[in-house]
Each structure stands twice: as C-alpha cells, then as structure tokens.
C-alpha cells in the first residue's frame, strides 16, 4: 500500500509537532532554571543556586530542588531549601495568574542575623522594596 501525497504531508507534519513537543518538554526546565537564576540575581542582589527544576506539564508540577540565596556578609546560606514542590492550575496562567493546588516545602533554612543596631542581614531586600514604592507614587 502507497501513501497519498496528502498523507504524506500529514505524517510529516505530526512527526515535526511530536519533534518539537519533545523538545520543549526536554529543555524547558532547563530554561526557566536559568531564568529564575538570572531574575533572583538581579532582584536581590545577591547569589542563588538551584541545583534542578522539574516541570511536569502532565501532572501539572513544578518541583525546585536545592535552592539557595547567598548572605552578603556571612558564609551560610540567607535561605535555602531542600525542595519546593507545587502543584499548579491551568486556567488561570491564560489571564496571568497563578493558583496552586498544593504547595510543599521540605527542609527550609532560614539564617538571620543582626548585623548593626537597627540592621540585619536581610535590610538591604526591604530598602530595596521601599525604594520601588517611593519611585511608584
């Protein structure tokens, strides 16, 4: 049995999709990793590492493993966590918003400290919050 040309182009077609499907899926964590990298860095001023971002788009969850978020002035980590798994809706990312389902957090680390009389080592994160309010009014 021969294909028609028709079928032919069909079948080129849904291969591509499949192709391009599998790619996506395959370095789409890669991506927001590097991006949620690039954006904390920038916020805050300050260094973060994630070690792996799995995003199931089936299932609906985003798992964020091993994150941690530099203090200035100390060695330890400002925070960190073990993992962060959530657990998303659809419908609401096409309006720009996110609900969740569930959300759990494992092993989080919190390292505050005083570093002057009325300082911390977290201030400079809250001056940097005030100076946008101020710059929005």
């Known amino acids: 049995m021969t294909l028609t040309r028709r079928q032919k182009k069909w079948g080129i077609i849904i291969a591509s999709v499949v192709v391009v499907l599998a790619l ?3 370095f789409l964590p890669m991506v927001v990793r590097k991006v949620a990298v ?5 916020a805050t001023h300050r260094n973060v590492t994630i070690e792996d971002i799995d995003i199931n788009l089936f299932t609906r969850r985003i798992a964020i493993k091993n994150l941690k978020l530099a ?5 330890d980590a400002l925070v960190q966590f073990k993992e962060l798994a959530l657990k998303f809706y659809y419908t609401p990312l096409f309006r720009g ?3 969740l389902a569930e959300l759990n957090l494992a092993a989080p680390a919190i390292g505050l400290a005083r570093t002057e009389a009325n300082e911390f080592n977290f201030s400079d994160l809250l001056a940097g919050e005030k100076k946008e309010e101020k710059k929005e009014q």
Do not use: E, G, Y
């Open 24 to 26: 996506f899926i395959t």
């Open 38 to 42: 690039s954006n904390i860095n920038t």
């Open 71 to 75: 203090d200035k002035t100390r060695p």
């Open 97 to 99: 918003h996110l609900k």
